[in-house]
């Protein structure tokens, strides 16, 4: 097996190898690593567990983890519903009880609000249809777009048209759901499966999200304060074609994908961030204000192109399908889709090959980093699903197909290129970062 983890990971092998349910492993350097080979949930009840199996809304293979997110005691991860059978599309498993290798996936807010309606029946507008990846602000709520479509790989159900949805986290209660608009779509080649937020944790209610458009080439902006949106267009957000080429662990494919993540760096004194983004197809990582996306007039005049920077390349197969940025180091860690791990670039120095370390690859354990995320306590929390494979054949039973890892920041990069040497001074309030000269 070929692998590397940062030094004082490497000499460790993992402590249980259970293929049957969902479990956390602790090492005494505080990598955490889930393993399961096919998602389990907390059913109401065995019945209700097999009438679902009866009925097809239960497919065990096609419930594939794509999201995740940490809050407080609560692990979020989310299971797309791109095939049929995925019983429920936001979950989240209680900290202090994912030691317990029986743990499962629990819906969130409940089995209700995750449950389709039957072909035909409108949803109810708390309902959720289906969600890739998901991000919990410093106000205490819980973001996501709900894509309104399921099945998208084969027959494409569309129940109702994409919407942002808000939920508050201490309550569990909706907060907003905000349909949008047809302009804001680029026909049947829209598909979202990320979300940026943007928020100022003492203005919680002039809040921004940015939903990137992977197949329509595109960013959609969202203002909380106006509950509008609009659409920005430029170039940069387009696949390039001599990046489309993927094989990844023994899978074999051709993508188009346009801008799929986008990752905010800190505030400055105007609340404005510098927001990074690449397409799926390409290994250039680019860079605009959000100044300039939060003003629509801005945003969308034909001349605003000329305020977006080119950051620059990571080099050869370094495709990313999801990025994460640390407010004390700098640093930016987005995923190596070809390389079977996950990388870091200090954002205080050039991109280019030189200055990008890969902090972690395993061609068995990192197949597929799917999203990444970092916790208040600043660790990176990382999920692999062999994605590439299960898109097009079925997972092997078998295996461990599913893993999760804990990892700090600084353990990550530590001699590395992306280790800071004066790292920011920052204050830390009950739920976010801000440094201290901002």
């Known amino acids: 097996m070929n692998y590397r983890y940062p ?17 956390l492993i602790v090492m005494h350097i505080r990598l955490i690593d889930s ?24 497919i065990s293979k096609n419930n594939i983890p794509i999201g995740l997110e940490i809050w ?9 519903r791109s095939k049929p059978g995925v019983a429920s599309t936001l979950n989240y498993i209680p900290l ?17 609000r995750n449950t389709l309606p039957k072909r035909g029946v409108p949803p109810k507008d708390d309902a959720i249809i289906s969600t890739h990846r998901i991000k ?21 159900i569309v129940y109702r048209q994409p919407s942002v949805v808000i939920y508050d986290l201490k309550t569990d209660e909706l907060i907003r759901r905000y349909y949008l608009k047809q302009e804001d779509l680029n026909g049947p080649d829209t598909s979202f499966v990320n979300i940026g937020v943007d928020v100022n944790p003492e203005k919680c209610n002039e809040a921004y999200a940015y939903l ?19 659409r920005v267009k430029n170039n940069y957000f387009h696949f390039d074609p001599l990046q489309g080429n993927f094989d990844a662990a023994g899978a074999y494919f051709q993508s188009a994908g346009g801008v799929i993540s986008v990752t905010l760096g800190n505030p400055d004194r105007n609340w404005d961030r510098t927001m990074y983004f690449h397409a799926f197809a390409s290994s250039m990582q680019f860079s605009v204000n959000t100044r300039v996306l939060k003003n629509r007039t801005l945003a969308l005049d034909p001349f605003s192109y000329q305020l977006y920077k080119v950051e620059g390349d990571k080099g050869g197969r ?7 940025f640390d407010a004390k180091s700098n640093v930016i860690f987005f995923s190596q889709i070809l390389k079977d791990g996950f990388a870091c670039w200090n954002t205080e120095k050039p991109l280019n090959p030189e200055n990008i370390a890969l902090v972690a690859q395993d061609h068995e354990k990192l197949v597929f980093v799917g999203d990444l995320k970092i916790d208040l306590e600043r660790n990176i929390w990382i999920i692999s699903n062999k994605l590439s494979i299960s898109r097009y054949n079925d997972m092997n039973p078998d295996e461990i197909n599913y893993r999760i890892y804990k990892i700090p ?23 976010y970062f801000l440094p201290v000269d901002n």
Not at 36 to 58: H, L, N, Q, V
Not at 215 to 221: A, K
Not at 417 to 428: A, K, P
């Open 136 to 156: 919990a602000d410093a106000c205490d709520r819980l973001w996501l777009l709900d894509t309104g479509a399921v099945d998208t790989l084969g027959e494409f």
């Open 35 to 58: 393993q399961k080979t096919m998602i389990s949930f907390a059913w109401p009840s065995d019945k209700a567990r097999i009438e679902a199996i009866r009925r097809g809304e239960y």
């Open 96 to 112: 202090h009880q994912a030691w317990n290798k029986n743990a499962s996936l629990i819906p969130y807010p409940d089995w209700e």
């Open 212 to 230: 990137p458009d992977i197949g329509g080439f595109g960013i959609v902006v969202y203002s909380y304060a106006q509950n509008d949106s609009w």
């Open 7 to 23: 030094n004082s990971v490497m000499r460790h092998e993992l402590l249980f190898q259970e293929k049957t349910t969902l479990h």
């Open 72 to 80: 407080r005691e609560k692990l979020f991860v989310t299971l797309a």
């Open 318 to 324: 370094s495709q990313t399908s999801t990025a994460v």
């Open 409 to 431: 920041v600084d353990d990550a990069i530590k001699g590395t290129v992306c280790e800071t040497r004066n790292e920011r001074q920052y204050y830390r309030g009950p739920n």
